[in-house]
């Protein structure tokens, strides 16, 4: 049986609130391991898949900016 990490993580933060949300990121973050790539990953292509282009337009250029 192979798990689909991207169901996994999905279905552990459906249904989070904008604080819990906030508080799962910043906590991968801070933790600074290489485990929780992913889970930023799949909350970054939920976001994006979901964006317009404008929106998509304004993470390139914030993301080009803050990798000058």
Known sequence: MGLNLR????HN???????QLNETIVDAIQSGEEKML???GVLFEI??????????SAM???LEENLK
């Open 7 to 10: 169901n996994a993580i999905i």
């Open 13 to 19: 933060v459906t249904g989070s609130n904008t604080e």
């Open 38 to 40: 992913p889970g930023l």
């Open 47 to 56: 976001y994006w898949n979901n964006a317009n282009q404008q929106e998509k």
């Open 60 to 62: 390139l250029e914030a």
